[in-house]
């Protein structure tokens, strides 16, 4: 076997363990830790089926083969730009903690519960310190394997392995020894319709909205309309109320949710592409700065990357929050606050770019 090709298979069964196969095995647990914050906090683990979608898991394999990389051509410091993003971007909903609503049977109004930030931060510490695991491995594990060292690769990874394999059958083991966690008796007031669990555990109908969310981003009305009717039969579901409305209601009803689908995805293309438009922006903008700055040290960079810590946390920290915005959120301070917060985070991400470019 040739150096090239012997360098070939050692990179891709690295991607391999490092990127894909922790996929089922940190899906499994992060179902198993959420179920058992959702039972603790008195909500119907079914809820949990109907919450959690595909886009964790594609956001998991592009993170886990973003650490890959970044170990791999000597970059880690972009380890630590990339979690402080993550931070900084879900630091406001983790400190208000996460909210489950749900239509009870038999009950007009939402029933409302709110799990804690921490124990919400900590479900996905737990996935993003797996995934770097992971991804660590596997990089390191090309390493030694093209320095001679293939004991080490096969001791470390397996190791790895199987202490993973035993958190999990821990978890599952504890989930079933506990019955009132896996299978709280929830009172009348906490049941949750089981014709609306049915339809979101359906996994065609769940893959199928997500192909329709993203491909509506840049495709034809159509698609949008699917949407729109698709939620209001979960509507339906969840409100059996609506049913006893005549075919007019239903009708008008229909066309609130066609109208109102088409205004949100609407808002949804301007957002995303305002986002991309200020991200290419500001990594253009370093990479343009790091061409004329080749001579940077090791500690400037260290330097340029802390400033970058400080302005994304600054940015995050610094929101004006709920009791300084009005209905509609178009007051000058208000408009003030969103200009000084995209500016920010602008300059921290070219801080960021320049670090590592």
């Not at 930030?117 to 491995?137: C, D, E, K, R």
């Not at 290419?280 to 061409?291: E, M």
């Amino acid at each position: 076997m040739s150096s090239e090709f012997r360098e070939i298979v050692l990179y891709s069964i690295g991607v391999v363990y490092a990127v894909f196969l922790p996929w089922p095995l940190i899906r499994k647990i992060q179902n198993d830790v959420w179920r058992r914050i959702l039972a603790h906090n008195r909500i119907d683990t079914r809820l949990l089926q109907a919450d959690l979608l595909a886009l964790p898991v594609i956001l998991g394999l592009l993170e886990r083969a973003l650490y890959f990389a970044s170990i791999i051509v000597e970059r880690p410091d972009f380890i630590g730009v990339w979690l402080l993003v993550k931070v900084a971007g879900g630091w406001s909903g983790w400190s208000s903690g996460r909210r489950f609503r749900w239509h009870e049977e038999g009950h007009v109004l939402l029933t409302e519960r709110t799990i804690p930030g921490a124990q919400v931060f900590n479900a996905h510490l737990i996935g993003t310190s797996l995934s770097l695991l992971f991804a660590a491995t596997g990089a390191y594990g090309i390493r030694w394997c093209v320095n001679q060292h293939q004991d080490v690769t096969l001791y470390v990874s397996t190791t790895v392995l199987f202490t993973v394999f035993l958190l999990s059958a821990f978890l599952h083991y504890v989930d079933k020894s506990a019955p009132v966690l896996a299978n709280l008796p929830l009172s009348t007031v906490d049941r949750v319709q089981s014709n609306t669990q049915a339809s979101a555990l359906d996994p065609r109908s769940r893959w199928q909205r997500i192909f329709d969310v993203v491909v509506a981003i840049v495709a034809p009305a159509r698609i949008v309309a699917r949407l729109a009717e698709a939620d209001f039969e979960v509507t339906k579901r969840r409100q059996p109320d609506l049913r006893k409305l005549s075919a007019a209601e239903q009708i008008r009803m229909r066309q609130e949710s066609v109208n109102s689908t088409h205004f949100r995805m609407t808002l949804l293309r301007r957002v995303h592409s305002k986002a991309v438009t200020l991200v290419l922006s500001a990594v253009l903008v370093g990479v343009a700065a790091a061409a004329l700055l080749p001579h940077m040290t090791l500690r400037i960079r260290s330097i340029i990357g802390l400033s970058s810590v400080l302005l994304f946390g600054w940015a995050t920290l610094a929101r004006l929050g709920w009791n300084g915005q009005s209905l509609k959120g178009d007051t000058t301070i208000e408009r003030l606050d969103d200009v000084w917060f995209r500016s920010l985070y602008w300059a921290a991400t070219v801080l960021a770019t320049l670090s590592v470019a």
